[in-house]
């Protein structure tokens, strides 16, 4: 029995130390399928981002060695929407998809003309982003924590996000829009919402809940709280130089 177990804990380590089919063109070939297939909804058709993050920068927030990646697909992050792939894929067609993401990694690192102080100031102030998204580690805001985001996105989904909000919600923003009785309508957050009640927090941090017999009516709305604006409230210059700081969060190596 003891030499039973040495050999699966040795199995075990082995396991996803270096990718077997690194390289191999025709399990790139089946690992794109099946990306397309499985993983395509999250992070998009060409693993450039969506929802999920974008995997072709060859540096990702869970580790980077293929021993990371074959982790990652087979168990998951946990506390993230990254689910398992363990029970429904055999070890290879893991493989598979290690090598294909390591095909579509780019060859030549993004670079970016901008100045991340400036951008930083920016945020801060002129661009009022400070008040609802953290830049650091810490509890939730009221916009998605950016403390990543510079090792979990393209400068051009970035840059894409800032002008086009509405384009991609984050999972976990959707917006629940309430119309009163008297005509008001507010506007935030999605905490609950179910057939008979909503629950959401506003952009001032204000916690609100409704019965659906209180509202004139309560829907989810495909839009972001995020200011639409941005494209005419800051210059070229300025939009670059917030895209420059963004790429900075890096968050914990």
């Given at each position: 029995?003891?030499?039973?177990?040495?050999l699966?804990?040795?199995?075990?380590?082995a396991?996803?130390q270096?990718n077997?089919?690194?390289?191999?063109?025709?399990?790139?070939d089946?690992g794109?399928g099946?990306?397309?297939?499985y993983?395509?909804?999250?992070?998009?058709?060409h693993?450039?981002g969506?929802?999920?993050p974008?995997?072709?920068?060859?540096?990702?927030s869970?580790g980077?060695?293929d021993?990371?990646l074959?982790?990652?697909?087979?168990?998951?992050?946990?506390?993230?929407d990254?689910?398992?792939?363990g029970?429904?894929?055999?070890?290879?067609m893991?493989?598979?998809?290690v090598a294909?993401?390591?095909s579509?990694a780019?060859?030549?690192p993004e670079?970016?003309?901008?100045?991340?102080a400036h951008?930083?100031?920016i945020?801060?102030?002129?661009g009022?982003?400070?008040?609802?998204h953290?830049?650091t580690?810490?509890?939730?805001?009221?916009?998605?924590?950016l403390?990543r985001?510079?090792?979990?996105?393209s400068?051009?989904?970035?840059?894409?996000?800032?002008?086009?909000?509405?384009?991609?919600i984050t999972?976990?923003?959707?917006t629940?829009a309430?119309?009163?009785?008297d005509?008001?309508t507010?506007?935030?957050i999605?905490?609950?919402?179910d057939d008979?009640?909503?629950?959401?927090?506003?952009?001032?941090?204000?916690f609100?809940?409704?019965r659906k017999e209180?509202?004139a009516?309560?829907?989810?709305e495909?839009?972001?709280?995020?200011?639409?604006?941005?494209?005419?409230?800051l210059?070229?210059s300025?939009?670059?130089?917030?895209?420059?700081?963004?790429?900075?969060?890096?968050?914990?190596?």
């Open positions: 029995m003891r030499a039973a177990l040495l699966f804990l040795l199995a075990l380590l396991r996803g270096t077997p089919l690194a390289g191999d063109a025709a399990a790139i089946v794109k099946n990306f397309r297939l993983c395509a909804p999250c992070h998009g058709i693993a450039q969506g929802r999920g974008d995997l072709t920068r060859g540096n990702f869970a980077n060695t021993t990371d074959f982790r990652v697909i087979s168990a998951g992050v946990q506390g993230t990254m689910t398992g792939y029970e429904r894929f055999d070890d290879q893991i493989w598979r998809l294909f993401i390591r579509a780019r060859v030549t670079m970016i003309a901008g100045d991340p951008g930083r100031a945020f801060q102030g002129k009022g982003c400070a008040a609802c953290a830049t580690a810490g509890p939730p805001q009221i916009g998605p924590s403390d985001v510079g090792r979990q996105r400068l051009q989904y970035l840059r894409e996000k800032l002008l086009d909000p509405n384009q991609s999972p976990g923003y959707s629940v309430v119309k009163l009785p005509g008001r507010l506007r935030g999605e905490i609950a919402f008979f009640s909503s629950q959401f927090m506003d952009v001032n941090r204000q609100h809940s409704f209180e509202a009516s309560i829907e989810r495909p839009t972001s709280l995020m200011p639409s604006d941005y494209g005419r409230r210059t070229p300025e939009q670059t130089d917030i895209v420059a700081y963004l790429s900075t969060l890096r968050g914990a190596q």
